[in-house]
T-cell receptor, first 113, second 112 residues
């Protein structure tokens, strides 16, 4: 049973516009959330994270929002650039069992020049 | 700075054959992980090693064994490969279980 869900397999956005990638989770014990970015033939690389005690975390063009009551988080990329084209994975970690990281199925973002 | 190195990058096996996937990290991390990625499933944890000398099962451990050879190296063994083990395998490491995980480039395995 998928505990972290990314319901949009793909997203296309014009260069310069905002990209919004969504993620839902079912386990209320998750307390830390991460976004990873993956290019073809490479491993995932860490992008940004957020603790459950916050509702927003910003790093340059990337902002992650967390809505605990809705069990929903989103990644905003502003402005989007062609180099952002990649697969983005949402991941979540439970309060107990720190080594367990649960990943979503990924969203392929294409930024059109 | 190599980070996490996985070998081989590609492998084709016949059903019933055995093989070991190798992983090494040069970041002096305590924790290491093996994941598999299948279409429509995301990454799933197979086994992890919280520290040298310890290993624990993850979400999908059946059909696999692991060895934490030393602090740097963590290998994944398929004793009798099955077509269901066709997947892309990723190794990762982190300072501790609470820290960011860094991934290798993956091993693409096909079992015929």
């Amino acid at each position: 049973d998928q505990q972290v869900k990314q319901n949009s397999p793909s997203l296309s956005v014009q260069e310069g516009r905002i990209s919004i990638l969504n993620c839902d989770y079912t386990n209320s014990m998750f307390d830390y959330f991460l976004w990873y970015k993956k290019y073809p033939a490479e491993g995932p690389t860490f992008l940004i994270s957020i603790s459950s005690i916050k509702d927003k975390n910003e790093d340059g063009r990337f902002t992650v929002f967390l809505n605990k009551s809705a069990k929903h988080l989103s990644l905003h990329i502003v402005p989007s650039q062609p180099g952002d084209s990649a697969v983005y994975f949402c991941a979540a970690r439970p309060l107990a069992g720190a080594n367990n990281l649960f990943f979503g199925t990924g969203t392929r973002l294409t930024v059109i020049p | 700075n190599a980070g996490v190195t996985q070998t081989p990058k590609f492998q084709v096996l016949k059903t019933g054959q055995s093989m070991t996937l190798q992983c090494a990290q040069d970041m002096n991390h305590n924790s290491m992980y093996w994941y598999r990625q299948d279409p429509g499933m995301g990454l799933r944890l197979i086994y992890y090693s919280a520290s040298e000398g310890t290993t624990d099962k993850g979400e999908v451990p059946n059909g696999y064994n692991v060895s934490r050879l030393n602090k740097r190296e963590f290998s994944l063994r398929l004793e009798s490969a099955a077509p269901s083990q066709t997947s892309v395998y990723f190794c990762a490491s982190s300072e501790t279980g609470l820290d960011i995980q860094y991934f290798g480039a993956g091993t693409r395995l096909s079992v015929l």
